[in-house]
């Protein structure tokens, strides 16, 4: 099947939750609403002709100034019996930043999930362990967001002397053989 004609299934199946179909260079994105993203994911993964049954990602996306909505939710999926793939972004915004989890769908979306929590500050509902997975519990702010101070934040994170000390004796560590 032909991702436009995917597209076109999405739009038939959830009209009121299409935003936007784009096709560029042979990919396909749909644009969605984020209220009903598991229902759809649900649906692209069960249905037969379809069966999207590899989410390869998930990432977020900030448009800070460019969108009505700041965020962005990405999923790259794949089906690995019928060998098509479709983009999904799901719109975030900033003062709701939250939307479903897809893990009851895709258990293996667990770590991206909690990536784009950590980057963007984007909250998973659903999600059965969303914390921190780059940064420290205690890290202050979302470094992928485009107003996060380009010289990281304004005071030392509170590790940091701790992290430099650990290093050092690691590095004065004799290593014998």
């Given at each position: 099947?032909?991702?436009?004609?995917?597209?076109?299934?999405?739009?038939?199946?959830?009209?009121?939750?299409?935003?936007?179909?784009?096709?560029?260079?042979?990919?396909?994105?749909?644009?969605?609403?984020?209220?009903?993203?598991?229902?759809?994911?649900?649906y692209l993964?069960?249905?037969?002709?379809?069966?999207?049954?590899?989410?390869?990602?998930?990432?977020?996306?900030?448009?800070?100034?460019k969108k009505?909505?700041?965020?962005?939710?990405?999923?790259?999926?794949?089906?690995?019996?019928?060998?098509?793939?479709?983009?999904?972004?799901?719109?975030?915004?900033?003062?709701?930043?939250?939307?479903?989890?897809?893990?009851?769908?895709?258990?293996?979306?667990?770590?991206?999930?909690?990536?784009?929590?950590?980057?963007?500050?984007?909250?998973?509902?659903?999600?059965?362990?969303?914390?921190?997975?780059?940064?420290?519990?205690?890290?202050?702010?979302?470094?992928?967001?485009?107003?996060?101070?380009?010289?990281?934040?304004?005071?030392?994170?509170?590790?940091?002397?701790?992290?430099?000390?650990?290093?050092?004796?690691?590095?004065?560590?004799?290593?014998?053989?």
């Amino acid at each position: 099947m032909e991702t436009l004609q995917i597209a076109e299934k999405i739009k038939e199946r959830f009209p009121e939750e299409v935003l936007d179909v784009k096709e560029f260079r042979g990919q396909v994105s749909a644009t969605l609403k984020k209220d009903r993203i598991l229902e759809i994911c649900r649906y692209l993964h069960d249905e037969p002709e379809l069966y999207f049954d590899y989410l390869i990602d998930v990432c977020g996306v900030d448009c800070l100034g460019k969108k009505e909505k700041r965020f962005e939710v990405v999923y790259h999926l794949y089906s690995i019996k019928h060998r098509h793939a479709i983009r999904l972004k799901a719109e975030v915004e900033e003062k709701d930043a939250s939307i479903d989890s897809v893990m009851p769908v895709w258990v293996g979306v667990n770590w991206h999930e909690r990536e784009c929590f950590d980057m963007y500050g984007i909250i998973f509902k659903g999600h059965p362990d969303l914390r921190r997975i780059l940064l420290p519990e205690d890290w202050e702010g979302y470094p992928l967001r485009k107003d996060y101070p380009v010289m990281g934040p304004e005071k030392e994170w509170s590790g940091f002397l701790t992290v430099l000390d650990k290093a050092k004796r690691f590095r004065e560590f004799e290593w014998h053989e």
